[in-house]
């Protein structure tokens, strides 16, 4: 079966510092993989998408970056986070019928 | 483009309430999918259904239906008898298809408190 795992589960972290977070999933190859963002008390908002190793999208400019370095690896990245930057970060991967299913998430608070 | 309205922010029942959830999309696309989504306290964000454009029968799933009618672009969910488990963030999402990879539009979510 597929599973899609996220870690850490949370993360608090200083302005300007660096963020990693890494999301894997199993049971599946060559998956479209997502990262979406969601602030308090309002919807998701995609990030980035990735349809092969190396194949980055971004949908909306800002302070982060992804990356693909695996088939089933996707990784979120800022150099220098903002105090905005803090939210709940979700990562994603579409079945074959166009289902997305996410995991579990990390919520982010940049203090 | 591509627009997904859940135009209840928060409802508040009590358990054994019918409670429907609305959702009304815009699209120009003639091929499309629907799905809702919950999010319980939790935070991961479980799939519940998926719906193409093509199907507009009507689903249900024990105490969950689905009523989809491309007339009036909605796509509305019903909890029958509802419980407290029930109590999430409830998502409504559509499809758009570029470049290769389906990206989700989500409307911005309801709320749901089944109160005991």
């Known amino acids: 079966s597929q599973t899609i795992h996220q870690w850490p589960a949370t993360l608090v972290q200083p302005v300007g510092s660096p963020l990693s977070l890494e999301c894997t999933v199993e049971?599946?190859?060559?998956?479209?993989l997502y990262w979406y963002r969601q602030a308090a008390g309002r919807g998701l908002q995609l990030l980035f998408y990735?349809?092969?190793?190396?194949?980055i999208s971004s949908e909306v400019p800002q302070n982060l970056s992804a990356s693909r370095p695996q088939d089933r690896q996707f990784i979120l990245s800022s150099k220098k986070l903002l105090l905005s930057d803090s939210g709940f970060y979700l990562c994603?991967?579409?079945?074959?019928?166009?289902?997305?299913?996410f995991g579990p998430g990390t919520r982010l608070t940049v203090t | 483009a591509q627009k997904v309205t859940q135009a209840q922010t928060e409802i508040s029942v009590v358990e054994k309430e019918d409670v429907t959830l609305d959702c009304v999309y815009e699209?120009?696309?003639?091929?499309?999918?629907l799905f809702w989504y919950k999010q319980p306290p939790s935070g991961e964000l479980v799939f519940l259904i998926r719906?193409?454009?093509?199907?507009?029968q009507n689903e249900i799933s024990g105490r969950y239906s689905w009523n989809f009618q491309k007339s009036t672009s909605s796509f509305n969910f019903t909890i029958t008898a509802s419980q407290v488990v029930d109590s999430a963030v409830y998502f409504c999402?559509?499809?758009?298809?570029?470049?290769?990879?389906?990206?989700?539009?989500f409307g911005k979510g309801t709320k749901l408190t089944v109160n005991p």
């Open positions: 994603a991967f579409e079945s074959s019928s166009y289902e997305q299913y």
């Open positions: 049971g599946t190859s060559n998956p479209n």
């Open positions: 990735s349809v092969g190793i190396g194949q």
């Open positions: 699209t120009r696309d003639t091929t499309y999918y």
């Open positions: 719906r193409n454009s093509f199907d507009e």
């Open positions: 999402a559509l499809i758009r298809t570029q470049g290769g990879s389906e990206k989700l539009v």
